[in-house]
């Protein structure tokens, strides 16, 4: 079976500890060279990869052996090097957030459309055998008619960042924790739910001396008429969990515990095996197939899109104190 050529960007840390792996896991992908920016990086990897490092972006994305690029980059460049990639008909994979604005996301979409190439999202959190259980059961009837979803995802991250980390700074990391970590709830409920009309959010501060906020509350309402709540912070012990709540049941999925609960129309629980999986490597074995078969990704350039504009609006509301709509 022939394999899709790729590169990795971006070794500094979820790159090197999850994308590398799950590369190799993916089992259609074949690595072909691997690019960081910062020197260090490379060094220490380099007697780790049998491939040969590439100096430089530029050098990455004019290799004629790489059919696609896996970006694992700090958000803020996630724009200028995924419309680079594409116009040197490069295909894309970058992680969530697809970008920090709404701007920045479809200057990225309209590069790959433009170019004819794949662009895949890492919104992972949807893949897992939880969220695909609730989504099925939802379809089933199993909770009656949906009223309201909540999720949480926090960790204490927030405490390790310094002033030489992007996290830091609030014109690249907007959002502070919801554009870490809430986005990827933003996705799920999308997912779950259908597509959002309006936001109002609150934003704060607590204890870090960086820019960005660290306590994220928001609350969306969607265009069925559902009403959603996602809470985040990047100061306190890691917690997500999502929860959708029916007229004739509700349904709890923590992530962390890998744990699924129906409670039905009388609270009693009815606890539900859940299988783990490599979420990296199921979305990278994606991005595969879309190289070498031309399908769709799941999470491509719109539905990334749509997790912006919430959080977008999310910050905006946070702003101004008013309802945003989407």
Not at 100 to 112: F, H, R, V, Y
Not at 265 to 294: H, Q, Y
Request: with cysteine.
């Amino acid at each position: 079976m022939r394999k899709a050529s790729v590169a990795l960007v971006g070794l500094g840390g979820w790159g090197a500890t999850q994308s590398l792996p799950a590369i190799a896991e993916a089992g259609n992908l074949e690595l072909v060279t691997w690019y960081d920016a910062n020197p260090e990086t490379v060094e220490r990897h380099r007697e780790q990869i049998p491939v040969t490092p590439a100096g430089s972006f530029d050098e990455v994305v004019g290799n004629p052996e790489v059919e696609g690029v896996i970006l694992v980059v700090p958000n803020h460049v996630h724009a200028s090097l995924t419309v680079q990639a594409a116009g040197c008909g490069k295909h894309v994979w970058v992680e969530k957030p697809i970008a920090n604005t709404l701007a920045e996301a479809d200057s990225m979409i309209q590069a790959c459309e433009d170019a004819g190439v794949i662009l895949q999202v890492g919104h992972s959190l949807r893949r897992t055998q939880g969220m695909r259980r609730i989504k099925q059961m939802i379809q089933d009837g199993k909770v009656g008619e949906v009223a309201s979803v909540e999720a949480h995802q926090s960790h204490k991250g927030g405490w390790t960042v310094t002033p030489e980390a992007w996290r830091w700074y609030n014109d690249k990391c907007p959002g502070g924790p919801l554009n870490l970590l809430g986005i990827h709830q933003i996705d799920n409920m999308h997912y779950l739910i259908g597509p959002s009309a309006e936001v109002t959010a609150m934003m704060g501060k607590k204890c870090l001396p960086c820019e960005t906020d660290e306590i994220s509350q928001v609350l969306i309402r969607f265009k069925n008429g559902v009403l959603g709540q996602i809470g985040d912070t990047y100061i306190t012990p890691a917690k997500t969990f999502i929860a959708v709540y029916g007229t004739a049941g509700w349904l709890e999925f923590d992530f962390l515990r890998g744990r699924l609960t129906y409670f039905d129309t009388d609270g009693k629980p009815e606890d539900m095996p859940v299988e783990s999986t490599n979420l990296i490597a199921d979305e990278l074995r994606e991005f595969g197939e879309c190289i070498l078969t031309g399908k769709r990704p799941e999470t491509g350039g719109a539905e990334a899109r749509a997790a912006v504009a919430v959080m977008e609006a999310a910050i905006e509301s946070a702003r101004t104190g008013k309802t945003v709509k989407i």
